[in-house]
Nanobody
Framework: HVQLVESGGGSVQVGGSLRLSCVAS????????MGWFRQIPDKERERVAG???????SYADSVKGRFTISKDKAKNTLYLHMNSLKPEDTALYYC??????????????????WGQGTQVTVS
């Protein structure tokens, strides 16, 4: 069983930056496809960025050039560096692990383990 704990959310002004972290309970970050998702009330969960076990990354069009996903295998930690934040980036952000196979970058249901979320508010 994998536990994921996010941190780093908060309130920031438009144009500001935040770095989200996601610490895994076991050796997960380096072995599996990992993703960052976000959700606002009454909307579907949206994939923001993903990183494969080999380090390949992918991003939603809405965050390309502004967000960067990275990982530190030694610390078993996943990061999301967010720059040039906009009000539409306001959401609850989750990290997730795809441990049962599937196409990295796939929809939320393919990710088996989820963190509790960390709120990002941009105003």
């Amino acid at each position: 069983h994998v536990q994921l704990v996010e941190s780093g959310g908060g309130s920031v002004q438009v144009g500001g930056s935040l770095r989200l972290s996601c610490v895994a309970s076991v050796d997960t970050i380096g072995r599996y496809c990992m993703g960052w998702f976000r959700q606002i009330p009454d909307k579907e969960r949206e994939r923001v960025a993903g990183i494969e076990s080999d380090g390949s990354t992918s991003y939603a069009d809405s965050v390309k050039g502004r967000f960067t996903i990275s990982k530190d295998k030694a610390k078993n930690t996943l990061y999301l560096h967010m720059n040039s934040l906009k009000p539409e980036d306001t959401a609850l952000y989750y990290c997730a692990a795809m441990t049962d196979g599937g196409v990295c970058g796939g929809p939320p249901f393919e990710y088996k383990f989820w963190g509790q979320g960390t709120q990002v508010t941009v105003s």
